[in-house]
């Protein structure tokens, strides 16, 4: 590689605290780092916030690069080791770390006044392409306003691109896949079918079943449903799907209203599927698909000993104790979706006021309310664990959380990657994206998106026209 080929990256805050593992992940090419940026860090270590343990991560990250090297060798750049190694694992190295050791003088526009540490990170970077005009400087931040304002000035921005899930979230894995109609001409031939239990059984190949998932759903014509079971080459085997739109099947008294409600409560409803992601839309039955499930196993089948539902309380920050009480009475102002289906769920003719109030008191004896916040360290054994707005967690709190579960307990994670709330996530950066791709291939997961809204005729017609 030439010389000119070689590209100068100044990091932002925002890309560090978001992931601290940043400063290895520029492959042959040089990183820079403005004092602002280090003050910055200093100003955001303190509290048990995922962001301020980051800041602490990459502290410790640049205290071992810095390990044993004088002033001189600070100036001139520290090598860098390859992705995910350590700076003092055998490795090649790679790029170079700059910090900023003097000062890099360049005039703003007048109408980008003041010492903001975002316009001080753009006059650093504006003078560091006058010093090394033979290099192609790039700043690198995850703030949309700086990247406008330094196109604006001249500079070459982008966002940081490396913790991105997929490209598009378009490629995102469906959980479903439809058959074409030549599909029984072309995998039909060799085709064995087996009753086991009460339920038919297929033996497939061919070439479309070799991207097949287990636990993925098939759909054909004349109202053919099933599930993959194993898939083993260009060979798999299907089960056909248990039916929850019949009312003899209902769970908890809901039963389904569409296809992917149908295949949900499959999922939901099977003891061998450990992991669950749902992705849907408002109305499209998430919460109370996953509630149902959660009180049949838990209060009728006694798999589970209690469920227990969580969420992240965006809005309010990352510290519920400005609400009083406990923690469960903390975090029921964030539960209203729970609270609606479980009025739903509840609501029986038999018994009268009182028989529903014995209802209420049970089922609030076996739901309980966890905040995300207090989960690091906790295991959960034989629970059923539904986590609600999973779009707002980064991949590292879903490892986090889901590490949480002990034997006999299964997490169901239920989100809309269109709404998320979190500063710097996107569609393909959110954590539920991402365990979705990578838990796709496993034997005991399942995956759906929800697609059609099951609420009212007025919220379905305002989603259209709104």
């Known amino acids: 590689m030439s010389h000119s080929d070689k590209k100068l990256f100044v990091l932002d805050t925002n890309v560090l605290m978001h992931d601290p593992t940043a400063i290895f992940r520029f492959e042959e090419h040089d990183i820079f780092l403005p004092m602002v940026v280090l003050e910055e860090l200093d100003a955001h270590k303190k509290g048990m916030?995922?962001?301020?343990?980051?800041?602490?991560?990459?502290?410790?990250f640049l205290d071992e690069l810095m390990h044993g090297a004088k002033g001189e060798q600070v100036a001139d750049g520290l090598p860098l080791p390859e992705a995910g190694r350590s700076a003092g694992a055998d490795c090649r190295p790679s790029g170079r770390l700059f910090f900023q050791t003097e000062p890099l003088p360049a005039?703003?526009?007048?109408?980008?006044?003041?010492n903001k540490p975002d316009n001080t990170i753009l006059a650093t970077t504006l003078g560091l392409q006058r010093k090394r005009a033979?290099?192609?400087?790039?700043?690198?931040?995850?703030?949309?306003?700086?990247?406008?304002?330094?196109?604006?000035?001249?500079?070459?921005?982008?966002?940081?691109?490396?913790?991105?899930?997929?490209e598009d979230v378009d490629l995102l894995f469906s959980g479903v896949d439809e058959l074409p109609e030549d599909f029984w001409e072309t995998h039909g031939e060799a085709m064995d079918s087996w009753t086991e239990n009460g339920r038919n059984y297929y033996r497939l190949s061919g070439p479309r079943v070799a991207d097949w998932q287990p636990n993925q759903f098939v759909t054909g014509g004349d109202d053919f449903e099933a599930i993959v079971r194993t898939?083993?080459?260009?060979?798999?085997?299907?089960?056909?799907?248990?039916?929850?739109?019949?009312?003899?099947?209902?769970?908890?008294?809901?039963?389904?209203?569409?296809t992917e409600q149908n295949f949900a409560l499959n999922l939901l409803m099977d003891p061998e599927v450990d992991f669950i992601s749902l992705l849907g839309a408002a109305g499209t039955g998430k919460t109370l698909l996953t509630l149902a499930a959660g009180l049949t196993q838990t209060?009728?089948?006694?798999?589970?000993?209690?469920?227990?539902?969580?969420?992240?309380?965006?809005?309010?920050?990352?510290d519920?104790?400005?609400?009083?009480?406990?923690?469960?009475?903390?975090?029921?102002?964030?539960?209203?979706?729970?609270?609606?289906?479980?009025?739903?769920?509840?609501?029986?003719?038999?018994?009268?006021?009182?028989?529903?109030?014995?209802t209420n008191d049970l089922l609030q004896s076996r739901i309980k309310i966890r905040s995300l916040n207090f989960m690091r360290g906790r295991t959960f054994l034989n629970r059923f664990i539904i986590l609600d707005e999973a779009q707002n967690l980064t991949p590292k709190q879903m490892k986090t959380l889901i590490t949480r579960a002990g034997p006999g307990s299964k997490i169901i994670c239920l989100g809309n990657v269109a709404q998320i709330d979190t500063p710097y996530l996107t569609e393909t950066t959110s954590g539920l994206t991402y365990v979705v791709d990578r838990f796709k291939n496993w034997a005991h997961s399942g995956h759906?998106?929800?697609?059609?809204?099951?609420?009212?005729?007025?919220?379905?017609?305002a989603s259209e026209v709104l």
């Open 299 to 318: 209060l009728e089948e006694n798999i589970y000993s209690e469920i227990i539902m969580t969420r992240v309380t965006v809005p309010l920050g990352e």
């Open 107 to 114: 005039k703003l526009p007048d109408s980008l006044p003041g």
């Open 320 to 358: 519920i104790g400005f609400l009083p009480g406990t923690e469960e009475e903390k975090m029921t102002p964030w539960m209203g979706a729970l609270m609606d289906n479980l009025e739903v769920l509840t609501r029986s003719e038999e018994g009268g006021d009182w028989g529903r109030a014995a």
């Open 134 to 166: 033979d290099t192609q400087v790039i700043l690198v931040t995850k703030d949309i306003n700086l990247r406008i304002k330094a196109t604006v000035v001249g500079v070459k921005a982008e966002d940081y691109y490396n913790d991105k899930v997929l």
């Open 49 to 60: 916030s995922e962001s301020a343990r980051n800041v602490r991560q990459i502290s410790r």
């Open 448 to 461: 759906v998106t929800l697609m059609r809204g099951e609420r009212s005729r007025l919220a379905d017609y």
């Open 231 to 258: 898939v083993d080459g260009d060979s798999a085997t299907l089960e056909m799907s248990r039916d929850f739109r019949s009312p003899r099947n209902a769970v908890w008294g809901i039963t389904a209203r569409n």
